[in-house]
Protein backbone atom coordinates (compact mmCIF):
# COMPACT_ATOMS: atom_id res chain seq x y z
CA UNK A 1 0.00 0.00 0.00
CA UNK A 2 1.80 3.49 -1.19
CA UNK A 3 0.40 6.94 0.42
CA UNK A 4 -0.95 7.17 -3.13
CA UNK A 5 -2.95 4.46 -3.27
CA UNK A 6 -6.95 4.78 -3.95
CA UNK A 7 -9.52 2.03 -3.76
CA UNK A 8 -10.28 1.17 -6.91
CA UNK A 9 -13.77 2.36 -6.61
CA UNK A 10 -12.96 6.20 -6.11
CA UNK A 11 -12.07 6.21 -9.93
CA UNK A 12 -15.67 5.65 -10.92
CA UNK A 13 -17.28 8.10 -8.08
CA UNK A 14 -18.43 5.65 -5.63
CA UNK A 15 -18.50 2.39 -4.75
CA UNK A 16 -20.35 0.07 -6.92
CA UNK A 17 -22.19 -1.45 -4.35
CA UNK A 18 -22.89 1.50 -2.12
CA UNK A 19 -26.37 0.84 -1.83
CA UNK A 20 -26.27 -2.98 -1.81
CA UNK A 21 -26.81 -4.54 1.40
CA UNK A 22 -24.74 -8.04 2.04
CA UNK A 23 -27.33 -11.30 1.62
CA UNK A 24 -27.57 -11.92 4.98
CA UNK A 25 -29.26 -8.68 5.53
CA UNK A 26 -31.67 -9.43 3.07
CA UNK A 27 -35.03 -9.24 4.14
CA UNK A 28 -36.22 -12.62 4.81
CA UNK A 29 -32.69 -14.26 5.29
CA UNK A 30 -31.66 -16.24 8.18
CA UNK A 31 -28.13 -17.01 9.82
CA UNK A 32 -26.92 -20.06 8.23
CA UNK A 33 -27.32 -22.68 11.31
CA UNK A 34 -24.69 -23.61 13.45
CA UNK A 35 -22.18 -26.17 11.37
CA UNK A 36 -23.01 -24.36 8.26
CA UNK A 37 -25.62 -25.39 5.69
CA UNK A 38 -26.81 -29.09 5.42
CA UNK A 39 -25.47 -31.36 2.82
CA UNK A 40 -27.64 -31.05 -0.19
CA UNK A 41 -26.09 -33.30 -2.44
CA UNK A 42 -28.03 -36.22 -2.13
CA UNK A 43 -31.16 -35.41 -0.23
CA UNK A 44 -33.11 -38.40 -1.35
CA UNK A 45 -34.26 -41.37 0.55
CA UNK A 46 -31.94 -44.68 0.27
CA UNK A 47 -34.32 -46.87 0.36
CA UNK A 48 -35.25 -49.35 -2.32
CA UNK A 49 -31.91 -48.69 -3.81
CA UNK A 50 -32.01 -45.03 -3.90
CA UNK A 51 -34.87 -45.26 -5.84
CA UNK A 52 -37.29 -43.90 -3.45
CA UNK A 53 -38.34 -40.49 -4.02
CA UNK A 54 -39.20 -39.02 -0.68
CA UNK A 55 -37.35 -36.48 1.14
CA UNK A 56 -34.68 -37.85 3.77
CA UNK A 57 -35.48 -36.38 7.11
CA UNK A 58 -33.29 -34.74 8.78
CA UNK A 59 -30.13 -36.34 10.03
CA UNK A 60 -30.92 -39.63 8.29
CA UNK A 61 -30.53 -41.51 5.30
CA UNK A 62 -34.43 -42.23 4.38
CA UNK A 63 -37.33 -40.65 4.69
CA UNK A 64 -40.16 -40.31 7.22
CA UNK A 65 -42.04 -43.50 5.51
CA UNK A 66 -39.16 -45.35 5.46
CA UNK A 67 -37.40 -44.64 8.69
CA UNK A 68 -41.41 -46.17 10.49
CA UNK A 69 -40.99 -48.73 8.41
CA UNK A 70 -37.65 -49.61 9.16
CA UNK A 71 -38.35 -48.90 12.96
CA UNK A 72 -40.76 -51.41 12.76
CA UNK A 73 -39.11 -53.60 11.19
CA UNK A 74 -35.81 -53.45 13.72
CA UNK A 75 -38.79 -54.03 16.95
CA UNK A 76 -40.21 -57.01 15.58
CA UNK A 77 -36.93 -58.37 14.94
CA UNK A 78 -36.05 -57.85 18.31
CA UNK A 79 -39.07 -59.38 19.16
CA UNK A 80 -38.72 -62.61 17.56
CA UNK A 81 -34.77 -62.59 18.80
CA UNK A 82 -36.14 -62.10 22.66
ZN1 LIG B 1 -38.23 -43.74 1.44
Redesign the pocket.
Known sequence: MTPNAVPAYSLYGEPALRNARPAYMAEGAKPAPPGGMPYEGHTR????EGT?Q?HRAKGTD??M??LRQIAKEVKERDIESV
Open positions: CMANCGYCGH
